[in-house]
């Protein structure tokens, strides 16, 4: 019997879920895991389909894989896989499951610096009130301020939807400008990235990790943004050369920036970027959410009725560019 693997455990799952799986697969074997060749390395060889995190490559070579859904919007480790562009199974992935907890973040980081938080709260902690000029005299607001967001994809529609209702004008970048979206201002092509990233007072990349990507924000970039600017990124730590970011902060040039997603993770306690104080840091958790795996699953069961019944699946992954052109 073929077999269906999903790589967590069942306690990981949803009970209700896993019944769902169960009955529309009933032709394959149900395997929960999340070491299968740790488990049953032979049994590896019988799967079909399979779904979760970050697979083993082993797993996706194995033959007999027809469909693999990833349980995150990354595809990362698909390119370290030789060939992985013809890659003969259909690869989908969660794209659209992380729009609300990344907008979320971006403008937790944006408006924590605006207003000042970071600083309020080491404050609260040593039970200081300080005087009126301490305590607000640069706080600044982001109404009426230009907001660049690089990928306009499933996230990046919702931190443009979420700019817009802080009146806020957004431009936007993807890879299909012609696809326009209601909250973004001006649609631009990756091509046109230089003419416009003089007009952003915020800057947040959500980009996919691709080799059209990596260093997208470098020294030349930085030199061509308004002085001033506050820069996030969200996507994947490869988007931005960091060394560059750090020369940009020293000069004044970038005021702030927020930062989800570094090029080593963790980020190295030798990193400058720790000792700015207008820099905000986190551990690469924007994405975090308490139902994500749910939701996952959810896009995963979705699939799976599709697959089933040899319907069009959603979010799948144009192996060539390393994402889904779904949103």
Request: glycine share 8%.
């Amino acid at each position: 019997m073929p077999t269906l693997l999903i790589l967590l455990n069942e306690n990981q799952l949803n009970p209700d879920q896993v019944e769902t799986i169960r009955k529309l697969a009933p032709k394959h074997d149900i395997w929960l895991t999340d070491d299968p060749f740790g488990e049953d390395p032979d049994r590896v060889a019988e799967v079909e389909i399979s779904g979760g995190f970050t697979p083993p490559p082993a797993l996706i070579l194995n033959g007999a894989l027809k469909w693999h859904h990833a349980y995150t919007a990354g595809m990362d480790w698909m390119f370290a896989i030789e060939g992985h562009e013809n890659l003969p199974m259909i690869l989908t992935n969660s794209c659209g499951i992380h729009g609300v907890s990344i907008s979320e973040h971006t403008f937790a980081m944006i408006l924590a610096f605006e207003r000042h938080f970071v600083k309020f709260i080491l404050n609260q902690h040593k039970k200081f009130w300080g005087k009126r000029d301490e305590r607000g005299g640069n706080i600044g607001t982001i109404a009426g301020k230009t907001m660049l967001v690089l990928g306009v994809g499933a996230i990046g529609q919702r931190i443009a939807k979420l700019a817009k209702a802080h009146d806020m004008q957004v431009l936007g970048i993807r890879r299909q400008p012609e696809l326009t979206y209601e909250h973004v201002d001006v649609m631009y092509g990756q091509h046109q990235l230089h003419e416009i990233l003089p007009m952003a007072d915020y800057i947040v990349s959500v980009l996919p990790n691709t080799p059209d990507t990596q260093h997208i924000l470098g020294k030349a970039e930085f030199e061509l943004m308004k002085t001033g600017v506050f820069v996030a990124n969200l996507g994947r730590g490869v988007h931005i050369d960091e060394n560059a970011l750090i020369d940009a902060l020293d000069s004044g040039k970038v005021r702030g920036s927020g930062l989800d997603t570094f090029e080593t993770e963790p980020l190295p306690k030798s990193s400058p970027l720790w000792d700015f104080e207008n820099v905000i840091i986190s551990p690469h958790c924007a994405g975090f959410q308490s139902d994500y795996k749910f939701e996952a699953t959810g896009v995963f069961i979705e699939n799976l009725k599709r697959f089933e019944t040899n319907e069009p699946m959603v979010n799948v992954v144009d192996k060539s560019l390393g994402y889904s052109l779904t949103h």
